[in-house]
């Protein structure tokens, strides 16, 4: 917008006005007094207009300045314009950072705005969470003081921005955060910290599984190994020198065969699509089949008991769904000890048609329950290894039951016991008076 000059409308003004006073004095015969008059009616009229545009500026709350004419007209409407623009350009300003911590508390990360010297200016509600940052209390310190992990402090001496390091949540040890810190603006940098504990954790397992089918495949082969030496160093063998021998030969190649059928069978229950359709089971005959199966195994050192509730069933894969619940009822054999109970269950309950293996065993410590189901995980290493097992058979049943959308859930108390439950939230009942399938869902 063109702003024309003002000045030679006031100065025609201002010459007009004092021709018009020395006028009235010339007449009057009072010149001094009429440019008295005239300069102080100029200079109340500039102090009133000083006045009312101080006035303005520091009281007034509305956006338009006071009117006038002249020169202060054009004062005010100056001043107005360039208040506009500048109320302008503060409304695009909030708009632009509302919009970037909108956009920064949509990361997937917790972001941190840090000055060069390392104190913190602004964070998301990500950061407060990982970090326990509190607003704005926390606002102007400095990141060194608050996150005091040693792999931190050196992270921050070495100033190397294209690498990260890893350190466990200030606010839960359980949680493990990758931290990075990048330039950013002008004398400013960005700290990101994201929630890597799911990662972390997948690693852990691959190195404990790594590590634990070694060792499991490293003691057959070594007994093996040992017993084909033996033999070969041996002159005239007879029947009764290759019996002993041949036995543990026997049971080392069974214990391979269990480990890697398990293998294969935990590789296909996470890789193949669940078979379709599927067919509703019977699992008054299936639980029978392998209670008789429990017994067998126990020989007679355990109490089995089996209840069944004749008309409650479930749509599925009966091979993958007796292969889990075999698993069940062999580690309640192989962890109670001799003369204790194991009561199997299949019943209705409110989560559901439920399968339930209870046994009076050594029970199993709180803190190991949520690692269960994790491959080759133990609770006892050295007594599971005495007793066949895999170390698969939980992680099995956790893939089968997933499959068929069911869960596995765990209760124990060390000395009383435990209790593992297959609680399948779809489910078909026969109702016995008109022989209707009826399906139930939780």
């Given amino acids: 917008m063109l702003i024309s000059n003002p ?11 004092a021709m018009l006073f020395l006028l009235i004095g010339l007449v009057t015969g009072k010149l001094l007094w009429a440019v008295a008059i005239g300069a102080v009616t100029l200079l109340a009229y500039n102090l009133l207009q000083l006045y009312r545009l101080e006035s303005w500026l520091r ?17 005010f409407d100056g001043l107005d314009r360039r208040h506009q623009r500048q109320r302008e350009r503060r409304y695009r300003l909030v708009r632009l950072l509302r919009r970037f911590r909108e956009s920064v508390d949509a990361m997937p990360d917790g972001t941190i705005v840090l000055t060069g010297a390392g104190e913190m200016e602004w964070w998301n509600h990500l950061a407060s969470g990982y970090l326990g940052l509190q607003w704005p209390q926390d606002r102007g310190q400095r990141i060194a003081n608050l996150i005091r992990h040693p792999d931190f402090a050196s992270y921050l001496e070495s100033g190397d921005s294209s690498a990260a390091v890893k350190i466990p949540s200030p606010q839960d ?20 910290a994201r929630d890597i504990s799911e990662l972390h954790r997948l690693e852990t397992m691959r190195q404990d599984f790594v590590a634990n089918i070694s060792h499991e495949l490293r003691t057959p082969l070594t007994v093996l190994r ?3 030496e033996q033999l070969s160093e041996m002159d005239d063998l007879g029947p009764e020198d290759l019996e002993r021998p041949l036995v543990l030969m026997e049971q080392q190649i069974e214990r391979m065969t269990r480990l890697v059928d398990d293998l294969l069978l935990l590789s296909r229950l996470e890789t193949e699509a ?37 008309g409650l069933t ?30 199997v269950r299949w019943f209705e309950a409110a989560g559901g048609a439920c399968l339930t293996v209870a046994d009076t065993g050594r029970g199993i410590p709180l803190h190991h329950l949520p690692r269960l189901t994790e491959r080759f995980y133990r609770v ?8 066949g097992g895999t170390g698969l058979g939980l992680a099995i049943v956790k893939h089968v039951l997933s499959r068929h959308s069911a869960r596995l859930e765990v209760t124990s108390e060390v000395g009383e016991g435990s209790t593992f439950s297959a609680i399948f939230p ?12 009826k399906t139930g869902q939780h």
């Avoid at 000045?7 to 006005?17: D, E, K, L, N, Y």
């Avoid at 955060?177 to 990101?192: A, F, H, S, T």
């Avoid at 779809?426 to 399938?437: I, N, W």
Wanted: hydrophobic share 35%; proline share 4%; charged share 25%.
């Fill in 226 to 228: 040992g017993m084909s």
């Fill in 173 to 192: 040890s359980r949680r493990t955060l990758e931290i990075r810190i990048v330039p950013y603006g002008q004398d400013q940098q960005l700290l990101l």
């Fill in 426 to 437: 779809v489910y078909e009942r026969l109702d016995e008076a008109s022989g209707v399938m």
């Fill in 59 to 75: 009281l007034s709350r509305k956006r338009r300045p006071p009117r006038a004419g002249g020169l202060w007209g054009n004062i």
């Fill in 380 to 387: 006892d290493s050295g007594r599971a290894s005495r007793n």
């Fill in 7 to 17: 000045w030679p409308a006031v100065i025609a003004r201002s010459a007009g006005g």
């Fill in 314 to 343: 479930v749509a599925g894969d009966e091979e993958e769904l007796r292969s889990a619940f075999s698993n069940l009822l062999g580690n309640a054999v192989k962890y109670t000890e001799s003369g204790g109970r194991i009561d």
């Fill in 274 to 310: 669940p078979s379709t359709p599927r067919s509703l089971i019977n699992f008054n005959d299936m639980l029978e089949d392998l209670v008789e199966e429990a017994r067998a195994m126990s020989s007679g050192a355990h109490v089995i008991t089996l209840t069944v509730d004749h």
